[in-house]
């Protein structure tokens, strides 16, 4: 599985960024589908993720960004996306997608990661 990050960029605190990571694979759908961040000076951390088709949907968010940040998946794109709102200082960081096989219990497959920076 190839997988690349896409939408970082420079925002304001406050605003918006919708981040997608399409995904070549044809088995998308058996594929629970993660984003990961990583700060400066700071461990990877998990941030949302999304179940694999047959796992009805279900999402994980970090506490830090709950009610703020939506997982979603396109299977007919191949395409997982996380939309940002109200962004904050503390989300800077490069943003990275991962892949996991329905049937395995890590992210085997990694993309390139993308920029955010939230500035004041």
């Known amino acids: 599985v190839q997988l690349q990050a896409y939408g970082g960029g420079s925002v304001q605190a406050g605003g918006s960024l919708r981040l997608s990571c399409p995904a070549s694979?044809?088995?998308?759908?058996?594929?629970?589908m993660g984003w990961f961040r990583q700060a400066p000076g700071k461990e990877r951390e998990s941030v949302a993720a999304i179940s694999w088709s047959g796992g009805g949907g279900s999402t994980y968010y970090v506490d830090s960004v709950k009610g703020r940040f939506t997982i979603s998946r396109d299977n007919a794109k191949n395409t997982v996306y996380l939309q940002m709102n109200s962004l904050k200082l503390e989300d800077t960081a490069v943003y990275y997608c991962?892949?996991?096989?329905?049937?395995?219990?890590?992210?085997?497959?990694w993309g390139q990661g993308t920029l955010v920076t939230v500035s004041s």
């Open positions: 991962a892949a996991k096989w329905y049937r395995s219990d890590e992210y085997g497959c």
């Open positions: 694979v044809r088995t998308f759908r058996r594929y629970a």
